[in-house]
Every structure is written in structure tokens, then in C-alpha cells.
């Protein structure tokens, strides 16, 4: 297996391949104020192994197009849907998210969750409020810091890591700057990450070296993922993901 298709075995076996929960996916669609009885047509970007996607299909009467590059995260999602009868209201696209298959002015909704740092969130906000109807949502989240002082080390890490890190002020400009109208935004609870994400990922790990026992590639992805892990633990006071919820203009 080569870096990537590693990757994908890792986090294949975990409900969600981020940060998240259905607390805050049910929060998100509160301040949305949709109708629950409105048929939509919605997108589910970076949807992973599609734990958001099968929420969404039953929160709303909508037919959701989920995308992801990696086919095994949609395999998973597609028998999932069958499993659960929301087949016929979900489709799955593999493809790149800066590249998307939507006419414009097509969406009622945009939903992505941990997903829009692969392309940078002023590209992704700015490139999808074309897909969206005139008053259409974006729900998105996205990493940022929970207060203006983060420590001097972490700040740099990130700012290597992604220099789009900023605070939800920051992320809010960004969004009016690209023809949005902010609705609202919360920063996402420790839960979200340590009980719904960071420990599912944890218990797959003996496993996971247990099917690639002589691959340093495997043992590498694993080390990264524990350090990613401690440095949340040790600093998740000064950055979290926030959830941005914003209507097109």
C-alpha cells in the first residue's frame, strides 16, 4: 500500500474522519432554520465515511450528493445508506472538491465538516457560493483559535500547518468578503474531538499496525496521529474547529 491508500485503511474503520458530533451537526441545522418538510437539494463536501451525510438525510427532507475523493470512505457510506433506506436520497460523487460536479445556483445547502482546510477556506467559501441558490446555506467548520493569544509555539505550528489559521472573527470577514451574510457560529465542544473523534481513532491503531506490521509508513501515520492527539490534549483551551453558518447574497 503506498502513504495514501495507508491512510485510507486507517481511517476507514472510525465513524468520522474529524472532529464532530450529532450535538453539534443538530446545533448547526438548528440555527440554520430550515424547513423540515422543504424538499432540498444539498452537498455534503469532504463527506468521509458519511456519518454527517446519514444525519442530514434524516434530519431533512433532501436528496444529498456526498463527495469525497477516497472510494473506500464511500463504499462504506453507500452500503450504510442501503442499511438505513436513505439510499434513493443519497448519491455519492468521488472527485475533488476544487473541482465540483454542481450547476450554479443548484444548492440549498453546503455542508462540510473538517474538510474545506484541503483547499483553504477563503478558496473553498468563495469557489462553492456559486453552486448555492440565491439565499442558499453554507454550514462549514474550520480549524480556529479560541482566543487572539494562542502560545508562541503553537502559533507556529499551525501557521506551517495552515496558514489560514485565524480566529472566527477572521473567518467571518472572510466570509462577507466573499458575498456571504454570517447567521451565526459556535467553536466546537472538547467532546467533538476527544469522545467522538480522537478515541475512536486511538482504539484502531493496534489493529491497524497489526495488518502492517513491517511498513514504516504505517508506523509513521500512527505517531503523527499520536502526537496530533497529545497537542490537542495539552492545548485544546487555544484551538478548537468552529462552525460558520452563513447565507448567499
Not at 422543504?38 to 442530514?56: K, P
Not at 453546503?110 to 439565499?135: D, H, M, Q, T
Not at 502526537?227 to 452563513?246: L, V, W
Request: net charge negative.
Amino acid at each position: 500500500m503506498d502513504y495514501l491508500q495507508l491512510l485510507e485503511d486507517l481511517f476507514a474503520a472510525i465513524p468520522r474522519q474529524g472532529p464532530g458530533s450529532p450535538a453539534v451537526l443538530n446545533r448547526a441545522l438548528a440555527l440554520c432554520d430550515l424547513d423540515p418538510e422543504q424538499a432540498l437539494q444539498v452537498a455534503d463536501i469532504g463527506c468521509g465515511t458519511g456519518t454527517s451525510t446519514l444525519a442530514l438525510a434524516r434530519a431533512l427532507n433532501a436528496d444529498i450528493t456526498a463527495v469525497d475523493f477516497l472510494p473506500r470512505f464511500l463504499a462504506r457510506l453507500e452500503l450504510q445508506a442501503q442499511e438505513a433506506g436513505l439510499d434513493k436520497r443519497i448519491q455519492t460523487v468521488c472527485g475533488s472538491m476544487d473541482a465540483l460536479p454542481f450547476v450554479d445556483n443548484s444548492l440549498d445547502l453546503i455542508f462540510s465538516e473538517g474538510a474545506i482546510y484541503n483547499i483553504g477556506f477563503a478558496s473553498g467559501v468563495n469557489s462553492w457560493r456559486r453552486f448555492l441558490k440565491p439565499g442558499g446555506l453554507l454550514v462549514v467548520s474550520e480549524i480556529t483559535w479560541c482566543h487572539a493569544n494562542p502560545p508562541a509555539t503553537l502559533r507556529e505550528y499551525w501557521e506551517q500547518a495552515y496558514p489560514e489559521v485565524g480566529t472566527a472573527s477572521s473567518k467571518i470577514q472572510v466570509l462577507e468578503n466573499a458575498g456571504y451574510s454570517p447567521i451565526a457560529h459556535f467553536l466546537l465542544p472538547q467532546a467533538a474531538w476527544t469522545e467522538h473523534y480522537y478515541a475512536p481513532l486511538a482504539e484502531q491503531f493496534a489493529p491497524f499496525l497489526a495488518r502492517h506490521p513491517d511498513n514504516d509508513d504505517a508506523h509513521s501515520i500512527v505517531a503523527d496521529n499520536q502526537a496530533e492527539i497529545a497537542m490537542y490534549n495539552e492545548h485544546s483551551a487555544d484551538f478548537t474547529y468552529g462552525m460558520y453558518i452563513a447565507r448567499k447574497l
